[in-house]
């Protein structure tokens, strides 16, 4: 395990309301990033970061920020979450850019 | 504008026969390919990879081809066994992008 933990693992909530996704990492990697992954599409790239209040957008990122404020730290934030934003957000950190360790997955349902 | 696609959503083959997955990418900058093996409730794990000055690279009964010609990547499992039943994801790395991106998956089920 490339000790990444994601929380919640699982979250419902109603449209409008903000929600914010943790990962933490104990590994000092300095790459971090989010995805989501839904039927048809695969993993799609949200947000990364490549440094302590470093972060850049990837394929995906309107209706969505984050912040990492420490290394082990990377939040993502859907500030008034939709029903599009329903799917499951994997967090993966890396020392490389082309080798990277997932997480466990958080399952999110927007009603 | 994908650039990498998994055009078989599904494959299903018998345990101990070979499984082969594809993958096709439009982009002959990319630098290295991926395969990722994920199995439901669980994140994506890294399988094997290759770089673009190889064409064959082997990992036990993982082997995976690359026909940069063809822009063309895939997987091959022999023998193929229960537990390989899984989703797999291949993604290619540029290093003029700096960033992995995935194909849509495909699914394996080998059957006892």
């Known amino acids: 395990d490339a000790g990444i933990t994601q929380s919640p693992r699982h979250k419902v909530t109603e449209t409008g309301t903000p929600v914010t996704l943790r990962c933490h990492q104990t590994?000092?990697?300095?790459?971090m990033y989010w995805y989501r992954q839904d039927p048809g599409h695969g993993l799609r790239l949200i947000h990364y970061?490549?440094?302590?209040?470093?972060?850049d957008k990837g394929e995906v990122s309107d209706g969505y920020s984050v912040s990492r404020s420490k290394t082990e730290d990377f939040l993502l934030t859907l500030e008034s979450a939709t029903s599009s934003q329903t799917s499951v957000y994997f967090c993966a950190i890396g020392d490389v850019k082309d080798t990277q360790y997932f997480g466990p997955g958080t399952r999110l349902t927007v009603l | 504008d994908q650039q990498v696609k998994q055009n078989s959503p599904s494959l299903s083959v018998q345990e101990g026969r070979i499984s082969i997955l594809n993958c096709d990418y439009t982009?002959?900058?990319?630098?290295?390919f991926l395969w990722y093996k994920k199995y439901p409730a669980e994140g994506p794990t890294f399988l094997i990879s290759i770089s673009s000055i190889k064409d064959k690279n082997e990992d036990g009964r993982f082997t995976v081809f690359l026909n940069k010609s063809a822009k063309h990547l895939s997987l091959h499992i022999v023998p193929s066994q229960p537990g390989d039943s899984a989703v797999y994801f291949c993604a290619v790395y540029g290093t003029s992008y700096g960033k992995l991106t995935f194909g849509q998956g495909t699914i394996l089920t080998v059957h006892p």
């Open positions: 982009n002959s900058m990319f630098d290295y």
């Open positions: 590994e000092n990697h300095r790459y």
């Open positions: 970061s490549y440094g302590v209040k470093d972060t």
